[in-house]
């Protein structure tokens, strides 16, 4: 009995990774928030290998610091205009703050800005849908004033 069990879950082990549902088997440094890839701020970041939903990379995370509290501003901009791309910004603990999307046919950045505590925050950048695949660039920045708990910077 207990070998029919070991061979019946090696079997689906077997047939969930040979039917794809690994959906960012192929996602790389970036599948997953835990491994996100850093964002320095107020610089353009281009993902050569962007995100592809055939291809096995549908997500990829990126982490922020912000240095300060303050308004945080994040533009991406996807390269190609026939996909679906879906942009999500998450706190420290992995809850979705916002999330936006562009639309297949749409040229437009996505962007938003909102008040921000100094610390960690991620962004997901997702190919949802079958073709969906694009190169993006993003950039992050700071504005705004000094927060509780916040030091400001020596004159």
């Known amino acids: ?13 077997l ?13 790389g440094a970036d599948a997953r928030r835990d491994i996100a890839q850093p964002v320095p701020l107020d610089e353009w970041v281009t993902d050569e290998n962007g995100v592809s939903f055939t291809d096995g990379d549908r997500t990829d995370w990126k982490k922020i610091i912000t240095p ?5 501003s994040v533009e991406v901009a996807v ?11 998450y706190d420290k603990y992995g809850v979705r703050i916002l999330e936006k ?16 505590s100094k610390g960690h925050y991620f962004l997901s ?16 920045s700071m504005g705004g004033g000094y927060g509780i708990g916040d030091i400001p910077p020596p004159e």
């Open 15 to 27: 047939l969930a990774h040979g039917c794809g549902l690994n959906p960012d088997g192929a996602s």
């Open 125 to 140: 950048i997702t190919a949802p849908a079958n073709p969906d695949k694009s190169i993006y660039q993003l950039r992050a």
């Open 1 to 13: 009995m207990r070998f029919r069990l070991l061979a019946s879950s090696a079997a689906l082990s």
């Open 68 to 72: 300060k509290s303050g308004t945080l």
């Open 79 to 89: 390269d190609s205009v026939d996909a679906t791309i879906v942009v999500g910004l």
């Open 101 to 116: 999307t562009k639309s297949r046919g749409d040229s437009s950045h996505l962007t938003f800005e909102g008040e921000v």
